[in-house]
């Protein structure tokens, strides 16, 4: 892993990704409390080459970014053409920008236990018939009808700004 250490010239110390790696296996986020304190962002580029930004419900599995989302879908579109993506994030006393390229799972048993880990995280999906894709009891109306594709996102870098003493900003490349 190339570590690079943004803050320096400020003075300020490297982030430790261990640290950050721990937070998101835990599934830390910035207030537990909080109105939609697990909202990550996914960025998508459209076919000129534009961005597009979308609230999804990802989870950090495995130390990797995990989405879903119907066929119709702009963000489903602009990854089969271009996989290039990034999700940011908070976490508790920091916000996180993971780019990587996202690319659908379709194995059956993939599919199922990533089915698994949204169900043991609260929101009750499971595999779909076809095993391909996953299906539950609600999902955004913008998705379209189940199933719905998986895709993982593989961190090729990490950039992360503390957001407590010391401070920190830090771009990690893997």
């Not at 089969?80 to 659908?104: K, T, Y």
């Not at 499971?126 to 391909?132: C, L, N």
Request: charged share 20%.
């Amino acid at each position: 892993m190339e570590i690079i250490n943004l803050g320096e010239a400020d003075g300020l110390p490297p982030v430790d990704w261990a640290t950050v790696a721990e937070k998101l296996d835990a599934g830390s986020a910035p207030d537990p409390d909080a109105h939609n304190a697990r909202t990550k962002w996914l960025t998508t580029l459209n076919g000129d080459g534009s961005p597009h930004v979308t609230a999804v419900g990802a989870i950090w599995l495995d130390g990797a970014f995990w989405f879903q989302t119907g066929t119709g879908t702009r963000k489903a579109r602009n990854v089969a053409r271009d996989p290039r993506c990034s999700l940011a994030l908070s976490i508790r006393d920091a916000d996180v920008v993971i780019e990587g390229d996202a690319a659908r799972v379709s194995e059956p048993t993939e599919v199922a236990r990533i089915a698994k880990a949204w169900a043991d995280g609260g929101w009750p999906a499971e595999p779909h018939g076809s095993g391909t894709g996953i299906t539950a009891p609600f999902n955004a109306p913008s998705q379209g009808p189940p199933p719905w594709n998986v895709y993982r996102i593989e961190p090729r870098s990490a950039t992360v700004t503390l957001g407590v003493e010391p401070g920190g900003l830090t771009r990690f490349r893997f």
